[in-house]
């Protein structure tokens, strides 16, 4: 097992409230993790935390062993640490391949010299990335959406669609928030055997989701969160028969 | 002829200004009222060029226009590194204060500005180079900035418009993008001082009022936001309604307040029924994008 993400005792607070509270964890390579607890727990926090969008108070974050604390979000990204986001954030005046093309680790369009003067290279990097980019659509049954307008789409295409974005960047560690959340149906199973391909495909996988049967399918081991703390760290078994976790969370 | 040569000279400094702003506000979503500083900068530092040093007007023109940049990177990578709305008060202050010290300075004449440009173009010759020069110009101004926003470049600064930190978190490095696109910007509109300043022979710190932005952002939101040709339409609207007018033989006390009418008018009618201006996507086509309606 090669660990892919390692957290050492992460403190962010904000005023009085504390989001993450001297938080560890590991995710191995291939590795389903399911991040669960009640609604500000932190879990969401410690992603911002992961992907780069906070600053922890203290604590570091390892990445396949290199720390990663200095590094900016657009800098984490290209490091492979690829994230999607509980309401998607989709580019809404895009089409849904366009969506995809911007999302590569490295973006041959982003440097006006290399478009302006470079032209041959981007050309052939635009050729590449669209190539992925329908590769992932496909996986998904979405190949026949790609010129359509993201915002044409139901939701739980458009949930898909930011997965698709998301896995783009090709990079060891995927965090996905809440990536069931109001989605059923044909894009429910889509979802489970997409982020079942990519864990065997050897990435590590984080997943912070409400739907438990979710993370009982998919994951082998979970952590609960409450109150920005670690409260639990087993398999979802081990979990869901906990007594006094399934009394904080379900409120029974 | 005369007469309509230098409308259509100006009309088409316009045009690069409004074309650039639009570049700037519209496409890059970054909020300044700076735009005329940078128009000034390049013509201040044309003309000083040009009577001190004597330089070749080419020569002169583009280092006004990489002044015009240079200044605009300061700004910029101060104030986007606060926040994005910084950029608002920090432009207007920036605005404000340069101009005055414009004003100020023995060096760029004070008050009375900068005259006796020497002219490098003369006799009959003058006018139809100077027409073919700003129309040359603004064309290339116009269509250079519509080929940055229409390949994969443009594609991520409309993500980034979208979505910006959706954007970021994908890889992408939105602060230097937004540099990038304010200098070119700026740097166009220093080139249009560049031109301006050679024309007319005189520069003076009143022709750069920050009024100047409300007038170059209303010929861009009446052509059509974030639309390539729309800034063309709003500028030759905005210069040509004024100059028409005055063939109607109004006394002065009717003409000066009818223009400030039809312009607000203007503006007024467009905010309601097609806030997208002229070239913009109607509201009925509501799937046209940005990158299509340019």
């Not at chain 1, 992603?47 to 800098?75: C, E, H, M, W």
Request: hydrophobic share 50%.
């Amino acid at each position: 097992m090669t660990q892919v993400l390692r957290t050492v005792d992460l403190n962010k607070r904000f005023g009085g409230i504390v989001v993450s509270d001297n938080i560890n964890i590991t995710i191995d390579r291939g590795e389903i993790l399911g991040l669960i607890g009640p609604n500000g727990a932190g879990k969401t926090s410690l992603f911002n935390l992961i992907s780069g969008v906070l600053r922890p108070d203290s604590g570091s974050i390892f990445l396949n062993g290199q720390a990663v604390d200095t590094s900016p979000l657009y800098k984490r990204a290209r490091m492979g640490i690829a994230r999607t986001w509980q309401n998607m954030l989709l580019f809404r005046t895009m089409t849904v391949i366009e969506n995809l093309l911007i999302a590569p680790r490295e973006y041959a369009g982003e440097s006006i010299l290399r478009v302006t003067f470079g032209l041959g290279s981007v050309r052939s990097a635009e050729r590449q990335a669209r190539e992925r980019a329908l590769g992932i659509l496909d996986r998904m049954g979405l190949a026949g959406t790609a010129e359509s307008m993201v915002t044409d789409l139901p939701f739980g295409q458009q949930k898909l669609i930011g997965l698709a974005r998301t896995l783009m960047n090709d990079g060891p560690l995927l965090l996905l928030d809440e990536p069931m959340a109001g989605v059923e149906g044909a894009a429910y199973e889509t979802m489970q055997a997409v982020v079942r391909q990519e864990a065997a495909l050897g990435r590590a996988v984080c997943v912070v989701e409400h739907n438990v049967s979710f993370i009982r399918d998919l994951c082998s081991r979970a952590v609960f969160m409450a109150n920005g703390k670690i409260l639990q760290d087993g398999t979802v078994e081990e979990l869901i028969a906990s007594k006094a976790l399934t009394e904080l969370y379900f409120g029974v | 002829m005369e007469y309509l040569a230098t409308v259509t000279i100006l009309i088409a400094i316009y045009v690069i200004l409004a074309a650039s702003y639009n570049l700037v506000i519209g496409y890059g979503g970054l909020a300044t009222v700076a735009h005329p500083i940078f128009f000034a900068i390049g013509a201040y530092v044309s003309g000083l060029l040009a009577i001190h040093v004597g330089m070749p007007p080419i020569l002169s023109v583009a280092l006004g226009a990489v002044a015009a940049m240079v200044a605009s990177v300061l700004l910029a990578a101060s104030s986007l590194r606060v926040s994005g709305d910084y950029l608002l008060i920090a432009s207007l202050g920036f605005q404000l204060g340069l101009l005055q010290l414009i004003r100020n300075l023995e060096l760029t004449g004070g008050p009375g500005g900068l005259s006796n440009i020497p002219s490098t173009i003369t006799g009959a010759a003058r006018t139809p180079a100077f027409l073919a020069i700003t129309i040359g110009l603004a064309a290339v101004s116009v269509l250079g900035i519509r080929a940055i926003v229409r390949g994969p470049y443009g594609r991520a600064i409309t993500a980034m418009r979208d979505e910006e930190l959706a954007f970021t978190a994908l890889g992408r490095n939105a602060m230097s993008m937004k540099i990038v696109i304010f200098a070119i910007g700026c740097g166009v509109a220093g080139m249009a001082g560049g031109v301006y300043a050679y024309y007319f022979q005189y520069v003076s710190p009143e022709q750069f009022e920050v009024l100047q932005s409300a007038q170059i952002l209303t010929m861009v939101v009446l052509g059509g936001m974030a639309t390539a040709y729309g800034p063309v339409v709003g500028a030759v609207l905005l210069l040509a309604i004024p100059q028409a007018i005055t063939f109607l033989n109004l006394p002065q006390n009717i003409m000066a307040p009818l223009q400030g009418i039809i312009f607000t008018v203007l503006v007024l009618l467009f905010l309601f029924l097609r806030p997208t201006g002229i070239m913009g996507a109607s509201e009925s086509k509501p799937r046209a994008r940005a990158t299509e309606a340019a």
